[in-house]
């Protein structure tokens, strides 16, 4: 291989939003040059989850907007391979092998594991696909031998036993994985416009990738701020205050934002004036973004096409890393 090699993605459960732009989107977009990547389309792992189990038609929708959202940041086609992680066989086959190797008690004391059976409020109705998400996602990675995984701070986990599973399959057998870095964005994770620490399509407190001008005015100004400031004059709490965290991240005019936060600070600024700003600088941040989501709806056969040649190339890597694995397990070959 030539270049070092890129593996993420994204679950197929509805359209991205700014939190995976800063969390991981732009991450994509700077390495591409570097890199060769391969975005995974994760509608399998998107099953995992009891309120998709029904609705196959969701998950196979969102193959293609997630394939658009990824388009839309600024993902070059002629550098970067697509796929659906259900196009890809071996995959399954590899994390079958993988499951081998995991201890019952890692897979089930794995945080994100933890934290999303308790902010989905799954109680006890989650599968064994659910539990065996992380395992499958080490599978995704390995398949096409990654060096690097930009992810969300949520996915760390997830990372680290990719590592030590490609660690205790080079121990046991032979070298046969590298084990893949994880790398977060500048924005580890982005909080929700209802203030939740997390933005997040099932709390349904996001800002699309395609989102109107007049969808996006609509959320910003219903943002959640101070909650102790009753009125404009009242001195006002900037740190953990979300419209001041996305002015930090969305907004390029830092002298407008010292502004802001100083007169906000003192009462001598309202939350609407504050907001009107954010509006402009979200909508000249998204407004790009949102021209090319426009573009790729409009030429569906064009993603498709590129999800073709995608699976392709997955698919050649994957087999030849599936039959180092079996070969070092000394699996008959048929």
Not at 92 to 114: D, F, G, V
Not at 263 to 278: A, F, H, I, P, Q
């Amino acid at each position: 291989m030539n270049k070092k090699r890129i593996l993420t993605g994204d679950n197929a459960t509805g359209k991205l939003h700014i939190g995976h732009l800063v969390g991981s989107l732009e991450n994509r977009v700077k390495l591409q040059q570097e890199y060769e990547t391969f975005i995974i389309i994760a509608d399998m792992h998107s099953f995992a989850y009891p309120k998709y189990v029904d609705k196959p038609e969701i998950v196979s929708e969102s193959i293609l907007q997630v394939t658009i959202g990824n388009l839309a940041a600024g993902l070059d086609p002629e550098k970067t391979h697509f796929f659906p992680e259900s196009a890809i066989p071996e995959i399954y086959e590899l994390a079958i092998i993988l499951s081998m190797l995991t201890p019952h008690n890692r897979a089930l004391r794995n945080p994100t594991i933890k934290e999303e059976i308790k902010e989905k409020g799954m109680g006890d109705n989650y599968s064994l696909g659910f539990i065996n998400f992380p395992n499958l996602q080490a599978a995704d990675i390995l398949c096409v031998q990654a060096d690097l995984v930009p992810v969300g701070e949520d996915q760390l986990p997830h990372i680290e036993l990719t590592k030590e599973l490609a660690r205790k399959f080079n121990n046991t057998y032979g070298k046969t994985f590298k084990e893949p870095e994880a790398l977060v964005g500048e924005v580890r994770r982005l909080v929700g416009t209802d203030g939740n620490t997390k933005m997040s399509k099932s709390l349904g407190n996001t800002i699309y990738l395609d989102e109107s001008p007049e969808a996006l005015k609509e959320k910003v100004m219903h943002m959640y701020t101070d909650p102790n400031r009753i009125h404009p004059t009242d001195p006002g709490k900037v740190e953990g205050n979300p419209v001041f965290i996305y002015h930090d991240t969305f907004n390029p005019n830092k002298e407008e934002v010292s502004d802001l936060k100083e007169r906000y600070t003192k009462g001598t600024v309202g939350d609407v004036e504050v907001k009107e700003k954010l509006v402009s600088a979200l909508d000249t941040y998204i407004a790009p973004i949102r021209e090319r989501y426009t573009y790729y709806e409009n030429h569906i056969d064009e993603v498709k096409n590129i999800l073709e040649e995608g699976v392709i190339t997955t698919k050649k890597e994957a087999k030849a890393t599936l039959e180092l694995a079996k070969e070092r397990m000394q699996l008959p070959k048929y």
